[in-house]
C-alpha cells in the first residue's frame, strides 16, 4: 500500500501545520479519502472525509478547525489543521476510506504543546 504521510512535528497550542499524504492513483481513483488519527493510547477514529464528487465532511471535535482537500494529478491528499489544541496530539494517517486492507501505511506524529 503507497500511503506516506509527512508535515507532522511541534506546534503551540493555536498554531498550524499542513500535513500531506501520497497515496497510490488507483487508491486515489476509486475511492473516498480519508484523515485518520490515533491519540496516545487510543483508537484510530476518522477525523476528515473527502467523497468522490461530494463535499468534505468533519467529525465536530475538528469541524471548523481542519480543512481537507485533494491534488489528483499528485495523488496527494492535504489536510490544514488550524487552531490546534492539545487534544489533537497524534499519529495521523490517511486512507481511503473505508481503510484499504492493505495497510496503513507511514503515519506523522503532531504534537501540540506550550
Known amino acids: 500500500v503507497q500511503l506516506q504521510a509527512s508535515g507532522g512535528g511541534l506546534v503551540q497550542p493555536g498554531g498550524s501545520l499542513r500535513l500531506a499524504c501520497v497515496a497510490s492513483?488507483?487508491?486515489?481513483?476509486?475511492?473516498?479519502m480519508g484523515w485518520y488519527r490515533q491519540p496516545p493510547g487510543l483508537m484510530r477514529d476518522v477525523i476528515a472525509v473527502?467523497?468522490?464528487?461530494?463535499?468534505?465532511h468533519y467529525l465536530p471535535p475538528v469541524k471548523g478547525r481542519f480543512t481537507i482537500s485533494a491534488d489528483t494529478a499528485k495523488t496527494t491528499l492535504y489536510l490544514q489543521m488550524d487552531n490546534l489544541k492539545p487534544e489533537d496530539t497524534a499519529i495521523y494517517y490517511c486512507?481511503?476510506?473505508?481503510?484499504?486492507?492493505?495497510?496503513w501505511g507511514q503515519g506523522t506524529q503532531v504534537t501540540v504543546s506550550s
Open positions: 492513483e488507483r487508491m486515489f481513483r476509486d475511492n473516498a
Open positions: 486512507n481511503s476510506v473505508p481503510p484499504n486492507s492493505g495497510g
Open positions: 473527502l467523497p468522490r464528487g461530494s463535499p468534505p
